[in-house]
């Protein structure tokens, strides 16, 4: 076993959100394109002589046993592999938490392929997939990084043409918080009003027919909701912004930029919130720096 692995742990944004409706499993079916940013957590693992998983975070208010999902992510490699040593945990977060840009799921997928490293094992590729879907719609997503398609829960990927690079100024509200059950329940309401969503070629069509834009079912009933949101994202438009909208289901709004000295510039506007700048990644580039490709 090796003795400290250190990997980062990469945010996401939607360029594609739409929920069709839910299913009779209670999850929602969706469509989304999937893109990883180079925005990171820094997760590293050790093993250690005490037995069991010990998670300790620069957050305090994250939970640092079960109900975290990096404790449950080496918790099933450690069954999965057979891993009777103890695990030790440290999560360094930057991703703000409950703003729509995965941290918490990236996290996990870190913790999934930084415990294949630390013991020097295998998996095959498919019962990697379903682990991580065990832990949460989009955490398969995070073994892969890049532009991919998401449908199902989400949980179930395909990936996509990297598009060229791009800079992402991320605004996230201190004062504003948004849960994903608080916004799926929002917009169940409107669900039922909607006309027939479009079938899987119509929304292939859409993806590919327009790349360069954004598209996210959540803003209509979160910005009613929360209308500043909805005002970063006009702000994030008058300063440059090509495209602009609300990350997964909030409360952090992006907006892509041709250049990070652009992006820069615009985020002097919002002196009050957390602004990131960030780049999208390619998949090659993810998964270089997770240091690791899973086997077939």
Known sequence: MNGCVRLPAFAKINLQLHVLGRRPDGYHELRTVFQALSLHDTLTLSSARRGGIQLRSD????????????????????SELGVEVGIEAELEK??????????GSSDAAAALAGML???????P???????????GADVPFFLFGGRALGVNRGDEIYPLPDLPRRSILVVSPRDIGVSTKEAYGWLSAELTK????????GF???CWSRQGQVANDFEGPVFGRHPRL????????????????????????FGVFRSPAQARR???VFPEDSVFVAETLSRERYCRAFGWRPTA
């Open 59 to 78: 957050d305090p208010s994250l939970p640092k046993g079960r109900e975290n999902l990096v404790y449950r992510a080496i918790a099933a490699m450690r």
């Open 94 to 103: 930057r991703i703000p938490v409950g703003r729509g840009l995965g941290g």
């Open 117 to 123: 490293r630390l013991t020097a094992r295998q998996l």
């Open 125 to 135: 590729l498919a019962r990697l997939v379903e682990v991580a879907a065990r832990l």
């Open 194 to 201: 909607r006309a027939r969503p479009p079938n899987m070629w």
């Open 204 to 206: 292939c069509a859409l």
């Open 230 to 253: 909805e005002e970063i994202r006009d702000g994030l438009l008058e300063r440059g912004a090509a495209e602009a909208a609300l990350a997964g289901s909030g409360s952090a709004v």
């Open 266 to 268: 615009a985020a002097r």
